[in-house]
């Protein structure tokens, strides 16, 4: 049964089929449906909103199934509900069981996954730890879960919470009611064991958080995608693709993910590994050093993005726009005492019932804080959560240098259908990045001049051409250079930093043009009907860009001093199978750094090629969409948008390491990074 909570504002309004009351409660929407029932959202006496999980009608008489429902009230009863949903009541109305649990705002890992792509470093760490901690509650409480699944953890104002306790099972026997031979649980969150029918034990559920956490860190499963039996044979026979996880959250997923049960940790395990070990006492302290608060409020503004006020410090980050349920910082919250025997965030007592003490010494141990972690490290502002030892370090030997970049900062959503952005300055690491121009409007792939003592960029009104700018890195001096450039195309400037290369629009046709930035006069290199964009220009004079002229989109560079403007493929059809963009030359102009679509054909690599078409590699690969490579300037770095198109951050590696040591050093909302 989809027992999801959900959001208010996403549930459906009753039909004519849905009962007005059930028991005691009022009902006001529907808020899922599946094939066992459907839950809605009522009230109780006190006016709190409820979760009403009421079975369908033709299912009522079926014994097996009246005794599994009976099953998973008590199951959900025997678990602390600092991890799920408090069970209120339950019952029969008019022969149909019914559940009332506490309505837990905030939408499921899959919706938040689905709506905004991977999950921050922050935010994954939170939802790991937080995940892990329940799976200790629930295995503390003699069950094994084993539905889960991204659909049953809401990210709720505490924390992650796990629900649905339909397919429980006490570890110790069978409760009876699964047929011999019969798969219980979700197709690819279920581990081997449950898929060849051998004994079902609390591993399985830490297989299940294994691939929780890789689809929640990359937006794909790690046995991708296909029907049952697909995906039961890749579960059973293939290795897993973890995507790119930060380590050592990374190691942890892969120790998940064995075959053999045996071999994985327990969910204590995942928890002390993920909170620094040294038993639970460790944990707590480390976990309540951390507190902070819990979730922003749904449908909270996004942060404002500013220069920060004199004396005050660092700008805030720019986020995206008010992610339902996304997990921030509480405002107005402050870090709670550290000092031993200082307070600490307070968490309600479990309920009485079966298993109450052992769950009062978990709470003694792990409960009073596992909301806290939760709350600080899932906060979209703690970008940095993944930096380790290099954060703030800046160009220390291990990091990346910590020259300016130029960006793009998203003032709100909707990214691309909409623009509201501007150009801003981030130094890798830091929390925020720095707006250059007030106002709001669509200011977008900003690019150095070669001394670094101009900015140009493209602004877009919304039509089929845009403008082209120049300000003086303060953020004065802002001069309209030119008119009429295809779409929001970006420009480069000349070694010189006399002209600017741009697409202009001719003739209803991109054609690549140079712009005299002393009189705004326009010389077009190009006369051909191929769609083309993303000029680059090398310090020795080669002009790149990417081009359809072959039916493919492939990289290629012309010289502008030659007379007959002749065209050098670097890319082809064998290495770019699906088509190049995005190239960028490196400061000794010598190679590209360039985008290419993955092998599967559903994202985005960051690749690297020499002019003459010799040397490529791929310096990415996996499901993750990366974008928008830049280099450092001294070469040795590259920068690249990591993520879903709406929600961008920026990442960077070495070259010669590749997403090895690939990692983020910029808030979200934030991309186009041009760092040379």
């Given at each position: 049964?989809?027992?999801?909570?959900?959001?208010?504002?996403?549930?459906?309004?009753?039909?004519?089929?849905?009962p007005r009351?059930i028991?005691?409660?009022p009902?006001?929407?529907k808020?899922?449906?599946g094939g066992m029932?459907?839950?809605?959202l009522?009230r109780?006496?006190?006016?709190?909103?409820?979760a009403?999980?009421?079975?369908r009608?033709?299912?009522?008489?079926d014994?097996?199934?009246?005794?599994?429902?009976r099953?998973?009230v008590a199951?959900a009863?025997k678990?602390?509900?600092?991890?799920?949903?408090q069970?209120?009541?339950?019952?029969?109305?008019?022969?149909r069981p019914?559940l009332?649990t506490?309505?837990?705002?905030?939408?499921?890992?899959q919706?938040h996954?689905?709506?905004?792509?991977?999950?921050?470093?922050g935010l994954?760490?939170?939802?790991a730890?937080?995940?892990?901690a329940?799976?200790?509650?629930?295995?503390?409480a003699?069950l094994?879960h084993r539905?889960?699944?991204p659909g049953?953890v809401?990210?709720s104002?505490?924390?992650?919470?796990v629900?649905?306790?339909g397919?429980?099972?006490a570890?110790?026997?069978?409760?009876g009611?699964t047929r011999?031979?019969?798969v219980?649980?979700s197709?690819?969150?279920?581990?081997?064991e449950?898929?060849?029918?051998k004994?079902?034990?609390?591993?399985?559920?830490?297989?299940?958080?294994?691939?929780?956490?890789a689809?929640?860190?990359?937006a794909?499963?790690?046995f991708?995608?296909?029907?049952?039996?697909?995906m039961?044979a890749?579960?059973?026979?293939?290795?897993p693709?973890?995507?790119?996880?930060?380590e050592?959250l990374?190691?942890?997923?892969?120790?998940?993910l064995?075959k053999?049960?045996?071999?994985r940790p327990?969910?204590?395990?995942?928890?002390?590994?993920?909170?620094?070990?040294?038993?639970?006492?460790?944990a707590?302290?480390?976990?309540?050093?951390?507190w902070?608060?819990?979730l922003?409020?749904?449908?909270?503004?996004?942060?404002t993005?500013?220069p920060?006020a004199?004396g005050?410090?660092?700008?805030?980050?720019a986020?995206?726009p008010?992610?339902v349920g996304?997990?921030?910082p509480?405002a107005?919250?402050q870090p709670?005492?550290s000092?031993?025997?200082?307070p600490?965030a307070?968490v309600?007592?479990?309920p009485?019932?079966?298993g109450?003490k052992?769950?009062?010494r978990?709470r003694?141990g792990?409960l009073?804080?596992?909301?806290?972690v939760v709350?600080?490290a899932a906060?979209?502002a703690?970008v940095l959560?993944?930096l380790g030892?290099?954060?703030?370090r800046?160009?220390a030997?291990?990091?990346p240098p910590?020259?300016v970049?130029?960006?793009?900062i998203?003032r709100?959503?909707?990214?691309?259908?909409?623009c509201?952005?501007?150009?801003?300055l981030?130094t890798?690491g830091?929390?925020?990045a720095?707006?250059l121009l007030?106002?709001?409007?669509c200011?977008v792939?900003?690019q150095?001049?070669?001394?670094?003592d101009?900015?140009?960029?493209?602004r877009?009104?919304g039509?089929?051409t845009?403008?082209?700018?120049?300000?003086?890195?303060?953020?004065?001096g802002?001069?309209?250079?030119?008119?009429?450039?295809?779409g929001?195309?970006?420009?480069?400037?000349s070694?010189?930093g006399?002209?600017?290369?741009?697409?202009?629009?001719?003739?209803g046709r991109a054609?690549l043009?140079?712009?005299?930035?002393s009189?705004g006069?326009v010389?077009?290199?190009t006369?051909d009907r191929?769609?083309k964009?993303?000029?680059?220009?090398?310090?020795?004079?080669?002009?790149?860009?990417?081009?359809?002229?072959?039916g493919?989109?492939q990289?290629?560079?012309?010289d502008?001093a030659d007379?007959?403007?002749?065209?050098?493929?670097?890319?082809t059809?064998?290495?770019a199978?699906?088509?190049?963009n995005?190239?960028?030359?490196?400061p000794?102009?010598?190679?590209?750094?360039?985008?290419?679509?993955?092998?599967?054909?559903h994202?985005h690599?960051?690749?690297?090629?020499?002019a003459?078409?010799?040397?490529?590699?791929?310096?990415?690969?996996?499901?993750?969409?990366?974008?928008d490579p830049?280099?450092?300037?001294d070469?040795k770095w590259?920068?690249?948008?990591?993520g879903?198109?709406?929600t961008?951050q920026i990442w960077?590696?070495?070259?010669?390491?590749?997403?090895a040591r690939?990692?983020?050093?910029?808030?979200l909302?934030?991309g186009?990074?041009?760092?040379?």
């Amino acid at each position: 049964m989809d027992s999801r909570h959900g959001r208010a504002r996403a549930a459906g309004s009753l039909g004519p089929g849905d009962p007005r009351r059930i028991g005691e409660y009022p009902l006001e929407a529907k808020l899922g449906e599946g094939g066992m029932g459907a839950v809605y959202l009522g009230r109780g006496r006190d006016g709190r909103p409820v979760a009403v999980k009421v079975v369908r009608a033709e299912l009522a008489g079926d014994p097996a199934f009246a005794a599994r429902f009976r099953d998973e009230v008590a199951n959900a009863q025997k678990v602390a509900s600092f991890c799920t949903a408090q069970v209120l009541g339950h019952g029969a109305e008019g022969g149909r069981p019914y559940l009332v649990t506490e309505y837990i705002e905030g939408p499921s890992l899959q919706e938040h996954v689905a709506e905004h792509g991977a999950l921050s470093p922050g935010l994954l760490n939170g939802v790991a730890v937080g995940v892990a901690a329940a799976l200790v509650a629930i295995h503390s409480a003699g069950l094994v879960h084993r539905d889960l699944k991204p659909g049953n953890v809401l990210l709720s104002i505490s924390g992650p919470r796990v629900i649905d306790f339909g397919i429980a099972r006490a570890l110790d026997a069978a409760t009876g009611h699964t047929r011999t031979g019969q798969v219980v649980g979700s197709p690819g969150w279920i581990a081997p064991e449950q898929i060849l029918n051998k004994p079902v034990t609390a591993a399985a559920d830490v297989f299940a958080w294994g691939c929780l956490v890789a689809f929640a860190g990359s937006a794909y499963h790690p046995f991708g995608v296909g029907d049952f039996q697909l995906m039961a044979a890749r579960v059973v026979h293939a290795e897993p693709e973890i995507g790119p996880l930060p380590e050592p959250l990374a190691t942890l997923v892969r120790r998940a993910l064995q075959k053999d049960p045996a071999l994985r940790p327990t969910a204590r395990e995942l928890l002390l590994s993920l909170t620094g070990g040294g038993g639970e006492a460790a944990a707590t302290t480390a976990l309540n050093r951390t507190w902070t608060g819990g979730l922003a409020a749904p449908d909270a503004p996004a942060a404002t993005v500013g220069p920060p006020a004199p004396g005050s410090g660092p700008a805030r980050p720019a986020e995206p726009p008010a992610p339902v349920g996304a997990l921030a910082p509480a405002a107005g919250t402050q870090p709670a005492p550290s000092a031993p025997g200082e307070p600490t965030a307070a968490v309600p007592e479990p309920p009485a019932g079966p298993g109450g003490k052992g769950r009062r010494r978990l709470r003694k141990g792990l409960l009073a804080a596992v909301a806290g972690v939760v709350a600080v490290a899932a906060g979209a502002a703690v970008v940095l959560q993944s930096l380790g030892d290099d954060r703030g370090r800046g160009a220390a030997a291990s990091g990346p240098p910590a020259d300016v970049m130029l960006v793009r900062i998203d003032r709100a959503g909707g990214w691309p259908r909409e623009c509201h952005a501007a150009v801003g300055l981030l130094t890798p690491g830091a929390r925020a990045a720095r707006p250059l121009l007030e106002g709001e409007g669509c200011d977008v792939l900003p690019q150095w001049s070669p001394r670094r003592d101009r900015i140009a960029f493209t602004r877009w009104s919304g039509g089929a051409t845009s403008e082209v700018w120049v300000v003086n890195p303060d953020g004065g001096g802002a001069e309209r250079k030119a008119d009429g450039i295809n779409g929001r195309s970006r420009v480069a400037w000349s070694p010189d930093g006399a002209s600017l290369a741009a697409m202009t629009r001719t003739g209803g046709r991109a054609q690549l043009s140079v712009i005299d930035l002393s009189d705004g006069s326009v010389e077009q290199l190009t006369d051909d009907r191929s769609v083309k964009d993303d000029p680059t220009w090398s310090r020795d004079g080669k002009l790149a860009f990417w081009s359809r002229r072959d039916g493919s989109q492939q990289l290629y560079w012309l010289d502008p001093a030659d007379p007959q403007r002749r065209w050098r493929q670097v890319t082809t059809r064998r290495v770019a199978p699906h088509g190049a963009n995005d190239p960028i030359w490196s400061p000794d102009g010598r190679w590209l750094a360039f985008t290419v679509m993955n092998e599967a054909g559903h994202g985005h690599d960051i690749a690297v090629i020499r002019a003459d078409g010799t040397g490529y590699r791929r310096l990415t690969t996996g499901p993750a969409h990366d974008m928008d490579p830049s280099w450092s300037p001294d070469g040795k770095w590259l920068a690249f948008v990591r993520g879903p198109v709406a929600t961008p951050q920026i990442w960077a590696m070495p070259v010669d390491a590749g997403q090895a040591r690939a990692r983020p050093v910029g808030p979200l909302a934030v991309g186009h990074p041009d760092w040379s």
